[in-house]
C-alpha cells in the first residue's frame, strides 16, 4: 500500500484549491488504511485541522508521500527521485515552459500522471475543473468591464459585480447577479452599449460554467448566424443581454469552399480557416471557452481586430474573457497570462501594443491562467469529489512492475506521462520537444 500526500501549492499566492478535501480524505483512508500527509499550507482553503482530524499527518515537504497530488505545476527543484506525481503539468503539448519539469521528472525516474489525460473509454475528461473556470471568467469580465465603462463615464449595474474570488460561493455569487440583472430589466443599459452583445465560444464545461452566470441576467439567446441582421434591424432593446453561443461550425470553414465536417476538422484542421472576424463589429463581450491547439487557425488576430477599428468605428468590442487562455493561441492579442492581482489589461489593435491594467483604452483582456483558484472551495469540492473514486487504484498499484501490469486500472494508464523515468509507449513524442 502506498501512501498518499496532498502538496502545499506554490503556484502563486491565489491558488488556495487542494485536490482532495478533509471529508474526501477521511473516506480514502476509512477504505484503503494508507497512510496520509497533508504539506502545510498557510493559504490552502482547508484547514490543516480539518485534515488532522480526517486522519493525516502534517509534513513540511514531500518526502514522507510515494504518491503525491496536486493542483498546479511543482517547481523542478522540488522534484524527488522515485516519487508518483498527480498534478496538471503543462507539457503534453510540448509547452516549451514546461519541458525543463519534465525532463527533471524523467532524470529522478518518478512518475507522472496529468489528470488531463485521465479519460473514460471515448475519451471524455473525468478529472477537471472547467465549470469553474467558466464561472469564475464570466463573473470576473463582468466586473472588469463594469470598471471600464464606469472609467469612460458609461455607468452600469455591472460596476457593483464583484470579482470572482470575493463571493463566498458560486451560489453567492448567482444571487447578486440575479439582484444586477433586475436592475437592467427595469433601468437598463445606456445608449452607447445597447444591444450588448456577449458571444461565447464554445458549449463544453467551461462555457456551461459562463452561461450559468449570464442566465442570471436577462438574457436572449441569438444564434451566430442571425446575429448581423439583429443587430442592423435594431431589434435589440437596453434591458435585455444577448447571447451568442458560437460552436465549430461558426467558428471555422473549408478552405476549399465544401461543407463543414466537424470529424474532418479534428482530423485535419489544416483544411480550414477561420471565419469569426465578421462578427467582431457585433459583439460587445467575447468569452473564449474553447480548447485549442497550434494546428488549429486562430478566431481572433491582431490583424482582424485592426480591420475592424478601421471598418467599423462604432464596433462596441470592449472585452474579451479569454478563459481558455492560449498565450498567442486562439485569441492572438492574448501574449501573457495574468493572475488576480492584475487580471487584464488593455491591447491596441492599431499599434500590436498592450498595457498593464484595464481603465484606459483599448480592448480590456482578461487572461487569469487559473481562474477557478478563485472559488476554491466550490472547485476544490468538485475536483475532489471525481478523483476519489480513483485513489484506492493509484495506492494499491505496484510501480515496481510494468505500466501494463502494474495494476492502475485503465483510465489512468492512459494519463501516465512518465513511468519510472521514461516515456510511456503514447508520449514519446515528447522527446523532440525535450530535445
Not at 177 to 183: D, L, Q, V, Y
Request: proline share 5%; hydrophobic share 35%.
Amino acid at each position: 500500500m502506498q501512501s498518499l500526500l496532498i502538496r502545499a501549492e506554490d503556484k502563486n499566492r491565489w491558488e488556495r484549491r487542494a485536490p482532495i478535501t478533509p471529508a474526501d480524505l477521511a473516506q480514502i483512508i476509512d477504505e484503503t488504511g494508507a497512510a496520509a500527509y497533508v504539506e502545510q499550507s498557510e493559504k490552502r482553503f482547508f484547514k490543516a485541522q480539518e485534515y488532522i482530524s480526517a486522519g493525516a499527518s502534517l509534513c513540511d515537504g514531500m518526502a514522507d508521500g510515494d504518491v503525491i497530488f496536486g493542483v498546479k505545476e511543482i517547481p523542478e527543484e522540488k522534484i524527488l527521485d522515485g516519487k508518483t506525481y498527480l498534478f496538471f503539468s503543462h507539457t503534453i503539448k510540448g509547452q516549451k515552459s514546461g519541458m525543463p519539469l519534465l525532463k527533471k521528472i524523467i532524470d529522478s525516474g518518478a512518475t507522472l500522471i496529468d489528470y488531463e489525460k485521465i479519460t473514460d473509454e471515448n475519451n471524455n475528461r473525468l478529472i477537471f475543473f472547467g465549470r469553474y473556470a467558466g464561472d469564475a471568467g464570466a463573473i470576473d469580465i463582468l466586473s472588469i468591464m463594469g470598471e471600464y465603462w464606469a472609467h469612460h463615464d458609461l455607468i452600469t449595474p455591472f460596476a457593483q459585480c464583484r470579482r470572482a474570488h470575493q463571493y463566498t460561493s458560486v451560489e453567492d455569487a448567482k444571487t447578486h447577479m440575479r439582484a444586477i440583472g433586475e436592475k437592467i430589466r427595469t433601468k437598463g443599459l445606456p445608449p452607447a452599449l445597447s444591444p450588448m452583445v456577449i458571444g461565447l465560444l464554445g458549449y463544453g464545461n467551461v462555457s456551461g460554467g459562463a452561461q450559468q452566470i449570464f442566465d442570471c441576467l436577462p438574457v436572449e439567446r441569438v444564434a451566430p448566424e442571425a446575429l448581423k441582421s439583429f443587430i442592423d434591424a435594431g431589434k435589440g432593446n437596453p434591458n435585455t443581454i444577448y447571447l451568442s453561443i458560437f460552436k465549430e461550425k461558426d467558428l471555422v470553414e473549408a478552405k476549399d469552399g465544401g461543407a463543414f465536417d466537424l470529424q474532418e476538422y479534428y482530423d485535419h484542421p489544416e483544411r480550414y480557416q477561420s471565419r469569426f472576424e465578421p462578427y467582431l463589429p457585433y459583439i460587445t463581450i467575447l468569452v473564449n471557452a474553447v480548447y485549442w491547439e497550434s494546428r488549429y487557425p486562430r478566431f481572433v488576430t491582431w490583424d482582424g481586430l485592426k480591420r475592424m477599428k478601421e471598418n467599423h468605428p462604432q464596433a462596441k468590442l470592449g472585452g474579451i474573457a479569454d478563459i481558455t487562455c492560449d498565450t498567442h493561441g486562439s485569441i492572438e492579442c492574448n501574449v501573457r497570462s495574468t493572475d488576480s492581482d492584475m487580471p487584464a489589461y488593455l491591447c491596441d489593435p492599431m499599434t500590436r501594443t498592450t498595457t498593464d491594467g484595464h481603465l484606459g483604452d483599448g480592448i480590456v483582456l482578461l487572461a487569469v491562467d487559473n481562474l477557478p483558484c478563485e472559488l476554491p472551495n466550490d472547485a476544490s469540492s468538485f475536483f475532489s469529489n471525481q478523483l476519489k473514486p480513483l485513489v484506492p487504484n493509484l495506492l494499491q498499484a505496484d510501480y515496481d512492475r510494468t505500466l501494463e501490469t502494474s495494476g492502475l486500472c485503465p483510465e489512468i494508464q492512459k494519463a501516465v506521462i512518465v513511468y519510472n523515468g521514461r516515456l510511456t509507449k503514447d508520449y514519446e513524442y515528447l522527446n523532440v520537444h525535450l530535445k
